[in-house]
């Protein structure tokens, strides 16, 4: 009643709301916004490490061939498939392995306006980058996932920023991925 | 006046007795008028009250806006339950509702 279409279900509200109370809950738990923020990565990586065979088996995807394909993947189908949204990649390295997501629509912060005060340098999504991290990690593509830019701290759009750790072992600058 | 409305608004409240609930019940209408102002009434089913002062020499605001108004007001309310930061009891601080507020009373005014 008095709500426009485009809303989430009423599982993905409750799937929100329940995110909305573990943050506020590592709020209280925790005095700095930097532990609140390593807490919400620890946990998102321990819930990407599991979820990856979640997903592969439900998208029957093949193997990427490139840190590009698979950040696409990252963004046209895991986002979509979790979270309903597919945010735009863009590549934002030379060395091609550096990309960054935008997320235009981002349902986990659908009733948070903005911030509280005292919490300006919370990364309220940071469950995702762990998310991310992890489930890379199980597939042999160690990562660094941070917030690049974040709406909820007054900036223009929200941006994941991922950087794709060579492997020891590409010395001559050729990318593999197993 | 507007505690001496909350008097009548438990009034109403327990005169409905264990009615089933809709929208139009929520709706209490004209609490009581008094010289300057009408005071109107709306109630949720979680028992959150609403009330309404308007001018007296506001004549041209009908029944429908009113109902409309609150309607919205709940909407916004619910909306600011679901922020994971406020705690219920607390005073509202949120822009989208001032602004909603903000909006509907240029509406009227």
Do not use: W
Not at chain 1, 52 to 65: M, Q, T, Y
Request: net charge negative; proline share 2%.
């Amino acid at each position: 009643q008095g709500r426009e279409g485009g809303r989430l279900s009423s599982s993905g509200e409750l799937f929100v709301l329940t995110y909305g109370a573990l943050v506020a809950q590592l709020c209280k738990d925790y005095e700095k916004d930097e532990d609140v923020n390593t807490c919400l990565d620890r946990m998102g990586y321990g819930i990407g490490v599991r979820l990856i065979d979640d997903f592969l088996a439900r998208s029957a995807v093949k193997k990427c061939r490139s840190y590009s394909e698979t950040a696409d993947m990252i963004a046209q189908v895991a986002f979509k498939m979790y979270l309903g949204v597919t945010p735009t990649v863009s590549c934002s390295s030379a060395a091609g392995n550096e990309f960054s997501l935008i997320l235009d629509k981002n349902p986990l912060v659908d009733f948070v306006e903005e911030l509280p005060a005292e919490r300006a340098s919370l990364c309220y999504c940071n469950l995702l980058c762990g998310v991310i991290r992890g489930a890379l990690e199980m597939v042999h593509l160690p990562a660094e996932v941070t917030f690049l830019q974040d709406r909820l701290k007054g900036d223009a759009v929200t941006e994941i920023g991922i950087t794709f750790l060579r492997k020891a072992e590409d010395r001559n600058g050729l990318v593999t991925t197993t | 006046t507007v505690h001496t409305s909350l008097d009548v608004v438990d009034e109403k409240i327990s005169a409905m007795g264990k009615a089933l609930v809709d929208q139009r019940e929520l709706y209490l209408g004209l609490l009581y008028p008094t010289e300057d102002y009408k005071v109107y009434g709306y109630v949720t089913n979680s028992k959150v009250k609403f009330v309404m002062v308007v001018d007296s020499s506001n004549t041209a605001l009908r029944d429908n806006e009113i109902r409309s108004m609150f309607r919205k007001l709940h909407n916004s309310y619910t909306d600011i339950m679901c922020n994971p930061f406020y705690n219920p009891g607390d005073r509202i601080h949120s822009r989208a509702f001032d602004n909603m507020v903000n909006s509907m009373m240029m509406q009227v005014c």
